[in-house]
């Protein structure tokens, strides 16, 4: 489209409902915006809704450079049970009366914080020999599966029913957690079992759930003149963590012809890892730089702005 164009791109950030898969939503989205240079961010499961940003346009260019530390998810759960998929949706494999306490659900939890190793649960699109673990699944198979490391910064139970053993807890975490074998390992730590019931994804790529638009939303503003431009975040959004350096008009020119500077001649802030957000004269945002530190030069990452 062209609003997306003469923008050099952008994020849609998206609330993705219940019953979607992550592409379902590029692919309505598709025929919404009419333009096809569409990507998303962090896979969501059909049982999953939230936040899903998708990008649009010279932005796609960012999916594969985004922060795994920032998605926090909302996750009901009931322990007592296990599943083949280990959540509400699958075959029920067990079930157990054992009670569990507030207390021990609390200690239970604590041993799953920081970073950790997780299975790849069968019911996954992680690939085995070419291979979607989901296909073999469907087919009653079970394979070996390499553990990942994944990390777990905070999880935190919001609400639980020692009675029933229904609850909510939130988890922030990295990039490649599956919540519902988090939930379900911490079932069987416990010796009852446990499946996720529902899941929100209430933060990602720095968006929330206020970010969020609806395919609702976007279909009646497509239905009315087709402006989305107030619903299009810009590609700095995502790197807002970035530290930031701003170029003259001189360092500008030379640096969007692939000139790297001095970073001598540069006002560098400080960075944990030597990656920037840069800014031009005009203060718009070009692109992301690392820091050369061995021959004090700044390369270029990845520019999205090349008008």
Known sequence: MAFISENGGGIFCVYKPVGFTSFDVIAKMRGILKFKRLG??????????????????????????????DKVYRAGFRLGVSSD???????????????????????????????????????????????????????????????RKITVYSLDILEYSEENGCGIMEISCS????????????????????????LVRTKACGFSLEDCVTLEELQ???????????????????????????LSDKQEKMYRNGIKLDLNRLKLPVSDDDRYGVFGADGKFIGTACAERENMLLKIEKNFNIN
């Open 40 to 69: 998303h961010a962090g896979t969501l499961d059909p049982m999953a809704e939230g936040v899903l940003p998708v990008f649009a346009g010279n932005a796609t260019k960012a999916c594969d450079m985004l922060p795994d530390h």
């Open 85 to 147: 998929t280990q959540d509400s949706s699958g075959n029920i494999l067990s079930e157990s009366d054992k009670k569990i306490s507030a207390e021990e659900l609390t200690v239970a939890c604590g041993k799953f914080k920081g970073e950790i190793m997780q299975l790849p649960p069968m019911y996954s699109a992680v690939s085995v020999n070419g291979k979607r673990l989901y296909e073999l699944a469907r087919q009653g198979k079970t394979v070996e599966r390499e553990p």
């Open 175 to 198: 990039k490649g957690t599956y919540i519902r074998t988090l939930i379900n390992d911490i079932g069987d730590s416990l010796g009852c079992g446990g499946i996720m019931t529902s």
């Open 220 to 246: 009646t503003e497509a239905d009315k003149n087709g402006d989305f431009l107030s619903y299009l975040k810009p590609i700095s959004a995502v790197f807002e963590y970035l530290p930031k350096i701003y």
